[in-house]
């Protein structure tokens, strides 16, 4: 594909439905996870022009996140209180299964006018899993289970007499009443490893990736539009990162010097040895944290990799490289969001948007 004929970039911002922020450290944060602090950060995202607002799914407290609301509802509620915004409700198989996500999904998109989308996780968190008698299946099995999820959803969404035989669902002559209206329920996953990146290539609309650096981003980018290929499927890219984004260089390096200081070195351990520990039965050993250092950790998904650390100009340009890596979509994570992400929609998206014409305007004078 060349820069002429792609889609602008997408941005997403990660809803804080769970408590503690996205960084595992004692500093400042002034977000909330209340519904009514959401509610307001969703319309000020929507107008900052963000495209999808993301929750997150977690039934227990672990190393931060001591209360979590379910992302399914809160995603509805994030929905009822915009016009634009499409919300992506994370879901995990084993609590739910495909007959009542399917469902539950296909009746928001009526209720949304079609602003609701999924992310399919396959967990990472084997005390979670403990704590609710789940039972804890090997890395590749679980993502076995999550690809038969998808391949049932997309299958209620779309097939009447939907029959099904696998080893973790079965359908039989199955009609879903009524089914998604257009835009169809886009379906989005996460993950590094092997396992994670073979299912978005044969089954995934979106695939999520923690933070990286644009070399890093590319390596995991062609290996899966290539698999697709093969497949004769096609996915789209969305890279995570945490921004900072300030008037001066100095004073956003500042703020990722005391996020880091501030780190809890306890929690962000014990965080590691469980995303390290998940990732192990990865044959290859290439999970998403696998090589992921102390402050990598220190938020959730290696976010400081991505470098958008800066000011607007600095971040704007390294945004427009993860583009060129094979970014699709920009998935945002802030220190303090309502006000961090109306800053990054007034200073940072209209710079994208100029620097994706210039490279747009180049390319066509180039072909
Ligand atoms: C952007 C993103 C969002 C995720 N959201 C959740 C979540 O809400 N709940 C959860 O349990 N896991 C979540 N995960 C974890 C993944 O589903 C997966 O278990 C993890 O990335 C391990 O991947 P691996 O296959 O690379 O080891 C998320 C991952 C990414 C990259």
Redesign the pocket.
């Known amino acids: 594909m060349t820069w002429s004929n792609r889609d602008a970039l997408k941005f997403a911002y990660w809803v804080p439905n769970v408590s503690g922020g996205l960084v595992i450290s004692n500093i400042e944060q002034r977000t909330s996870w209340t519904i009514d602090y959401n509610r307001e950060l969703a319309r000020i995202a929507e107008k900052a022009g963000f495209d999808y607002a993301?929750s997150?799914?977690?039934f227990t407290a672990g190393y931060g996140a001591e209360y979590q609301h379910e992302?399914v509802s809160f995603s509805h509620a994030l929905a009822a209180a915009t016009t634009k915004l499409t919300v992506i409700a994370?879901i995990?198989p084993g609590p739910w299964n495909p007959t009542l996500a399917a469902k539950q999904i296909a009746t928001i998109n009526h209720l949304t006018n079609g602003r609701i989308a999924v992310?399919v996780?396959?967990?990472?968190?084997r005390g979670e899993f403990k704590a609710i008698g789940e039972h804890w299946l090997d890395?590749d099995e679980r993502?076995r289970r999550s690809e038969e999820f998808i391949r049932a959803l997309r299958g209620i969404w779309t097939q009447d007499n939907f029959t099904f035989r696998g080893d973790f669902y079965r359908f039989d002559n199955y009609s879903l009443k009524p089914k998604p209206i257009d835009p169809q329920p886009e379906i989005f996953?996460?993950?590094?490893?092997r396992?994670?990146r073979d299912m978005a290539a044969r089954v995934s609309d979106w695939y999520?990736?923690?933070g990286n650096t644009p070399e890093g981003l590319a390596k995991q980018v062609d290996d899966i539009r290539e698999k697709a290929k093969e497949n004769g499927h096609a996915v789209k890219i969305g890279v995570?990162a945490f921004a900072i984004v300030r008037e001066t260089e100095e004073e956003a390096r500042a703020v990722l010097n005391e996020i880091v200081e501030k780190a809890n070195p306890e929690a962000v351990n014990a965080f590691g040895h469980e995303v390290k520990n998940?990732?192990k039965a990865?044959p290859e050993g290439e999970?998403?944290w696998a090589k992921s250092s102390f402050e990598d950790l220190v938020q959730y998904?290696d976010g400081f990799r991505s470098n958008l650390i800066g000011t607007p100009r600095q971040v704007a340009e390294r945004i427009v490289a993860l583009k060129r890596a094979g970014a699709d979509l920009i998935?945002l994570g802030f220190l303090h969001f309502q006000e961090e992400v109306a800053y990054f929609g007034e200073h940072v998206i209209p710079l994208v948007r100029e620097l994706e014409q210039q490279e747009a305007t180049a390319a066509i004078a180039a072909e």
Request: aromatic share 12%; hydrophobic share 35%.
């Open positions: 993301l997150q799914i977690r992302s994370a995990l992310n996780v396959s967990g990472w968190f890395h993502y996953q996460g993950g590094s490893s396992a994670a999520f990736t923690n995570n998940a990732g990865s999970g998403n998904n998935l």
